[in-house]
């Protein structure tokens, strides 16, 4: 892209999405663009993938000049030499898996290469769906379905809008990885806004919009870097890149956009703590309730800066969970005085259309919440489960029910008990042990522990490791179905 510029509107009402934009987008590397809303992110990459048309500028693909070509040649160019993943899948629903990868090739006339074909849909892990519809799958799976059919095409760059916007978070680090492979194993240019510092941490490199202008870049990023880069309590070089640039081009109005984008850096500061300790604080007090210590990874991302012989120090939230060497949960086993350390995996699992979040655990983990049957047997074998009494009742579910559970992968499992106990807002499945790693897919890691002992000696196992502990998680929030007081273990 050379000095692009977009306007839409005229005279008046005129408003500039992209000013003067030059950008270089290398082959074979994956670029993630940033910037806050209306900074001209989606303009940035219609533009760039000739799905409109700038105001002004050069764009170019490969050795091909976009913006003076017309619909019908940039119709075919789309189809021929470009993929696209979007937020929404925009799969036929009429379709199986292997027809929506290959609609692109269809609708072009051209017969898939099957060796090809099979590649691709074993590289995004299908090869066991190819013949269900979307209605049969998960969200990451619907998405991986849309990744392989913008890559069936061998396009020379795959573009995504926010391609994990809709999915968990473990889900879309399995979208992310698989778009990070796509370029490493595969050659393939990516290019991807999204407002997300973990997801951008992916890319090669991160380009920062504001104001419709490129203001930073970022090679080789971090979660943690990316985020001192946009948040307002940290990315003071951002900010004053938006306001030199505010200053070069609207002087007259320089003095109170500043001062407005002074006060909404300090608004949404304030709003954000508020936010971010009201949902990191909602969940887990409920759900390890029953351990009076719990060890889980640090959430934060710690900085340190030296200005002017002062040393700050930061703490930024990531957004993934951070899990832990199971070898922490057996230093916390033998610390002295800890009559008992339970190990926990979780991941996303759920029966039907659950109100609020749902998630797998293995049985063994039932006792921090606790969660104890009301009916049946923990679950012994890979295709038993126990639900949770809300998810019983919401799903018509009794022992004996089979039940189709939709997570990192679906299959049907036999109900073998039902807790005696619901949380609110959050749906628990229960698997075997073996099988709840499994689907984690963590080998080797835990995501956190609840530890019946001193808080001292947890503590001091801990120390010098990624590792922090937490005393005294009492008091779940039964739904209304289940009891007031949780059940003894």
């Known amino acids: 892209m050379d000095t692009v510029s977009k306007v839409y509107g005229r005279n008046g009402s005129a408003v500039a999405a992209l000013r003067e934009v030059t950008a270089e987008l290398p082959r074979g590397r994956f670029t993630a663009i940033m910037g806050p809303s209306g900074s001209g ?40 030499r470009v993929g696209f993943v979007f937020q929404a899948f925009n799969l036929v629903p009429s379709l199986t898996v292997e027809q929506n990868i290959t609609l692109p090739l269809r609708l072009a006339g051209a017969r898939p290469d099957r060796a090809w074909l099979r590649d691709v849909i074993d590289r995004v892990g299908l090869a066991d769906r190819t013949r269900h519809r979307p209605a049969e799958l998960s969200g990451g799976q619907q998405q991986r379905v849309a990744i392989a059919r913008a890559l069936v095409t061998r396009p020379e760059v795959l573009f995504g809008d926010e391609p994990t916007g809709a999915l968990d978070t473990m889900t879309a680090r399995d979208v992310l990885v698989l778009l990070r492979e796509a370029v490493d194993g595969m050659g393939q240019t990516v290019v991807v806004v999204t407002h997300d510092p973990v997801a951008a941490s992916y890319a090669d490199t991160v380009v920062f919009l504001a104001d419709g202008r490129i203001v930073d870049r970022l090679d080789d990023p971090t979660s943690d870097r990316v985020a001192a880069r946009i948040d307002p309590a940290g990315g003071v070089e951002v900010m004053l890149g938006i306001a030199l640039a505010t200053l070069r ?123 104890t049957l009301r009916d049946g047997r923990a679950p012994a074998a890979p295709g038993e489960i126990v639900v949770d009494a809300g998810t019983a009742r919401a799903n018509g579910l009794r022992v004996g029910s089979d039940a189709r559970v939709s997570s990192t992968t679906d299959g049907t499992y036999r109900v073998v008990g039902v807790t005696a106990q619901s949380l609110d807002h959050q749906a628990a499945l229960f698997f075997s042990t073996e099988r709840a790693r499994g689907l984690a897919g963590r080998d080797g890691m835990v995501a956190a522990v609840g530890v019946w002992g001193p808080e001292r000696a947890v503590r001091d196992a801990v120390r010098g490791t990624s590792a922090t502990s937490t005393p005294g998680r009492t008091g779940a929030r039964w739904s209304s179905s289940g009891p007031r007081t949780p059940a003894s273990t």
Request: proline fraction near 5%; charge should be positive; include cysteine.
């Open 249 to 371: 081009h609207r002087k007259a109005g320089f003095a109170g956009a500043f001062a407005a984008l002074l006060c909404a850096a300090a608004l949404v500061c304030a709003c954000g703590v508020l936010l971010d300790t009201g949902l990191r604080g909602s969940v887990e007090p409920e759900r390890y309730a029953g351990a009076p210590v719990v060890v889980s990874g640090d959430q934060f991302v710690h900085q340190t800066e030296h200005k002017k012989g002062k040393e700050k120090r930061k703490s930024k939230a990531i957004a993934e969970r951070a899990w832990l060497p199971a070898s922490v949960a057996e230093k916390v086993a033998a610390a002295p005085g800890v009559r008992e350390a339970v190990a926990e995996v979780v991941f996303p699992a759920s029966i039907g259309d659950p109100d609020g979040e749902s998630w797998g655990h293995g049985w063994e983990s039932a006792a921090l919440t606790p969660f």
């Open 41 to 80: 992110k989606s303009t940035f990459l219609h533009c760039a993938a000739g799905l409109d048309t700038p105001t002004s500028g050069s764009v170019r693909l490969g050795g091909t000049e976009l913006s003076s070509m017309s619909e019908t040649k940039l119709t075919e160019l789309r189809r021929k």
